[in-house]
């Protein structure tokens, strides 16, 4: 079973850009790869999702290099607003046979 | 406008006392999940529903079970909570399109406390 490791916190400062990787060697061929963004007592937030290369957003960009067994996370221009847990995830909700592999979960400081 | 509702935000139970917790939403998707999350810990999924069909996952306990009357609801039921059940209890929705993988919406949360 593919297993997704990340950093377990990371500090920063506000305005500038925070890029977190996730490794998973064993990533299957039909796993996509999305991050969520979880605030204390709250549900995780949705952030990003990729299958490969380069995907942008409104808030984040996700890079998945070709061989797929990584993959980073990049926040341009952090806020303090931008503290909270980050978590990697592998798989597929996609029809009955899903799996969704959650990462341990960056906790992300961002400091003034 | 909230999409995916839990209430209550708080529950405090005694231990071995059954408790429900709800799950609604307003976004029409099929499919429903369950999650346990426990402090400082990932979100581990205990079951699922895709439409009406039922999905648990291996390793969660038989004190776990879950009804889904129609589209919009999802309740947990805890059979005999014990203190190690005391966790966040998270509900979440996806919509499942032929094979698109999409993004799941989580709802606020319950925190569970069992006395």
């Known amino acids: 079973l593919a297993k997704t490791t990340q950093p377990i916190s990371m500090d920063s400062y506000e305005g500038q850009e925070v890029n977190i990787t996730c490794s998973h060697n064993?990533?299957?061929?039909?796993?996509?790869i999305t991050w969520y963004q979880q605030f204390p007592s709250q549900g995780p937030r949705f952030i990003i999702q990729?299958?490969?290369?380069?995907v942008t957003n409104e808030v984040a960009s996700l890079f998945i290099p070709a061989d797929r067994k990584s993959s980073t996370l990049s926040l341009p221009r952090v806020s303090l607003s931008d503290t909270a847990v980050y978590y990697c995830l592998l798989g597929s909700n996609a029809g009955n046979n899903r799996k969704l592999i959650w990462g341990l979960g960056t906790s992300l400081a961002v400091n003034p | 406008d909230a999409m995916v509702i839990q209430n209550p935000r708080y529950q405090v139970t005694q231990f071995g006392k059954p408790v429900t917790l709800s799950c609604s939403q307003t976004l029409n998707h099929n499919v429903m999940y369950w999650y346990q999350q426990k402090s400082s810990q990932a979100p581990k999924l205990l079951f699922h529903y895709y439409d009406k069909d039922f999905n648990n996952e291996a390793d969660t306990p038989d004190n776990f079970q879950s009804r889904r009357p129609n589209t919009s609801f999802c309740f947990l039921d805890i059979r005999s909570p014990g203190l190690g059940d005391a966790a966040m209890y998270l509900c979440?929705?996806?919509?499942?399109?032929?094979?698109?993988?999409?993004?799941?919406?989580f709802g606020q949360g319950t925190r569970l406390t069992v006395v």
């Open positions: 064993n990533i299957a061929t039909n796993d996509y």
């Open positions: 990729g299958y490969k290369t380069k």
């Open positions: 979440a929705t996806s919509r499942d399109s032929g094979g698109m993988n999409t993004e799941a919406f």
